[in-house]
């Protein structure tokens, strides 16, 4: 008498598995109430970079007063990098007020911002995001509130867990950018 083979189940437990069906639960087909937080989430820590190239550009009056806009000839880099005391303060405060140093900041929030609130580019926006606020962490040592742990910490561990969840593809064009040819042919761009 024939019998059909038994089916065997996938292994589930590795860590390829595990990871791909954790973003999957996130960014696939109908997301759960994790996407939809994770979604809520990159909104914020995206508004939080727009926001500051917002304000520094047109001096808003919340942190940049209206004299000190980008584009009345302000630099967005002085009043921060300028009062650097710690560790690092003659790196930083060389730079402060320069022009390509003011040109990269603005660029970086931006472009951090736009990516984080659209989806799209999470894994730049995780490294250029990492990169710019681990520079404003050491900008701030020494710590008065702390031995070490920081906001700028806590943003840098959520702007990658936001990247490595596929957070993008939850209320964002995350899955419209992913099949551009452009970011096929360059997974890294995802």
């Known amino acids: ?30 997301p759960g109430i994790l996407g939809y937080v994770l979604a809520a989430l990159r909104f914020a820590l995206g508004w939080t970079f727009l926001w500051a190239f917002l304000d520094k550009t047109f001096g808003l009056g919340y942190a940049t007063p209206a004299e ?8 967005p880099t ?3 990098l300028g009062n650097v005391d710690g560790p690092f303060e003659g790196f ?4 402060a007020g320069q022009a390509w140093a003011d040109w990269l900041f603005m ?11 659209l989806g799209i580019g999470m894994r730049i926006a995780a490294v250029t995001g990492s990169a710019l606020l681990i520079l404003m962490y050491m900008a701030a040592l020494p710590l008065t509130n702390n031995p ?38 360059n997974p890294w761009l995802v």
């Open 107 to 117: 660029i970086g929030l931006l472009g951090i911002g736009l990516a984080l609130i």
């Open 78 to 80: 002085a009043g921060f």
């Open 148 to 185: 070490f742990m920081d906001t700028y910490i806590i943003e840098i561990l959520l702007v990658v867990a936001l990247a490595l969840a596929g957070a993008g593809r939850v209320l964002g064009l995350g899955k419209v950018w992913a099949r551009l040819p452009i970011v096929k042919k």
């Open 68 to 75: 000190n806009a980008w584009i009345d000839g302000g630099t």
């Open 92 to 95: 930083f405060t060389g730079m």
């Open 1 to 30: 008498m024939f019998r059909p083979a038994k089916k065997v189940a996938p292994d589930t437990t590795g860590p390829d598995t595990i990871q791909t069906t954790q973003a999957t639960a996130v960014a696939g087909g109908r």
